[in-house]
């Protein structure tokens, strides 16, 4: 469940791609954004996140350069960091020595809005407790807390947003199934989230693929859903500060089943666009504008080979 996450690893205000191999290798590759396209990949880490791991992304010293984190899970349940340069990922730390164990499923959000983003686990169980471990900003994250008791059960698609526009990110997660609700607690930018609250009655049914981003530039995360299957639409639904507006089509062939939808800015105008990893023989990559109002044009290549099958592109 990969909601979205900053991948701008250069430091230059847009987001590239990242592609972690996940085989006994382990390479992690980065194709920087030209603004036009993805430059040439090459090889930022030689040994991260391995099979069995998840991987994300996310600024956690505030050097404006986004790093990457890997989750072991297993039972050590170690976290790893490999903090940018600008031209490839430093060696690994240990960040944290028991986070988002076994079944749960970890985010990546500046939570408290201090310019480190932090980690964050969703129990996604009968429980359904989140944790956080907030970055100290240089080598580690402090001690993991819950911030709300109950929120995104088994069976939801939980992530990480900033709804309001305050500068710190929210909790959301989508019910899916037949119902489809949206539902948002506010962190307080502090110590917890809020409580949850209905922000969309139908948005990203089950079978959908739900993101999060900041499609029309106002600072407040909107959602998007990608249908897939034969029509391949791609919906959304804007951010108001407290809910979302109604779902609106914005593309009406994007990311068809199979490939693996993201989000970014990638062109740099300060609006997220859509991108889609083919993760076929060919590795493909597509982007999608956003043109801020109500579309996500000029859908064309932007890479020709970037994300093979079994590995996880952002």
Known sequence: MFGGSPTDFTGDGVDDIVTFTQNPEAD???????????????????????????PLTGDFNGDHKDDIVTFTKGTESDVYVALSNGNSFATATVWHNHFSPGGEFPAVGDVNGDGYDDIVTFTHDADAKVYVALSNGTDGFH???????????????????????????????????????????????KDAFGTGQLVHDHFAPAGELPRIGDVNGDKKDDIIAFTQGTESDVYVALSNGAAYGPGARWN????????????????GDGKDDIVT????????????????????VNGRKWHDFFGTPGETSL
């Open 28 to 54: 992690v590759y980065v194709a920087p954004s030209t603004r036009t396209e993805f430059g040439e990949a090459k090889v930022w880490h030689d040994f991260f996140a391995p099979g069995g791991e998840t």
């Open 252 to 267: 009406e062939y994007f990311s068809p089943t199979g490939e693996f939808p993201y989000v970014g800015d990638y062109d």
């Open 277 to 296: 990893f083919t993760h076929n023989t060919e590795a493909d990559v597509y982007v999608a504008l956003s043109n801020g109002t109500d579309a996500f």
């Open 143 to 189: 001690p993991a807390t819950v911030w709300h008791d109950y929120f995104a059960p088994s069976g939801e698609f939980p992530a990480l947003g900033d709804i309001d526009g305050d500068g710190d990110d929210d909790l959301i997660t989508f019910t899916q199934g037949t119902t489809a609700d949206v539902y948002a607690a506010l962190s307080n930018g």
